[in-house]
């Protein structure tokens, strides 16, 4: 599994460290938050709700570099708006891989 980095954020702020904390800030405080929310609608089969939790959470995926797991969350997002919940597992395993890395921040 590709790890997460901060690549893109440094790439971003152009050397502003300042930026760049507050950036990592902004997602440590929102990325538990997004992620609880798409655990309860997953859970309770709420298909459209967990779409669009999962379509908050891929941007997060994407600012932390990882590009192959945004496409697995790009199809995730398109399968549960058709109703079904393939690419479940490899979807949380990606959301594992961020809050382990956003631990070490």
Same mark, same amino acid.
């Given at each position: 599994?590709?790890?997460?980095? /901060? ?6 702020? +152009?050397?502003? *460290? ?5 950036? @990592? ?7 538990? #938050? %997004? ?5 309860? $609608?997953?859970? &309770?089969? $709420?298909?459209?709700? &967990? &779409?669009? $939790? ?5 941007? *997060?995926?994407?600012? =932390? +570099? =990882? ?5 697995? &969350? ?7 708006? %058709? +109703?079904?919940?393939? +690419?479940?597992? #490899?979807? %949380?395993? @990606? /959301? ?8 070490? =921040?």
């Amino acid at each position: 599994m590709e790890q997460p980095n /901060l690549s893109y954020i440094e790439s971003m702020s +152009g050397g502003d *460290k300042d930026f760049e904390q507050k950036l @990592i800030d902004i997602i440590q405080k929102e990325f538990p #938050e %997004e992620k609880d929310i798409y655990f309860k $609608n997953i859970t &309770a089969n $709420n298909f459209k709700e &967990a &779409a669009e $939790n999962v379509h908050k959470l891929k941007h *997060k995926i994407s600012i =932390l +570099g =990882l590009v192959n797991s945004y496409e697995s &969350a790009v199809q995730f997002e398109h399968n549960l708006l %058709e +109703g079904s919940k393939e +690419g479940q597992n #490899e979807f %949380e395993a @990606i /959301l594992q891989n961020m809050t382990d890395f956003l631990k070490t =921040l």
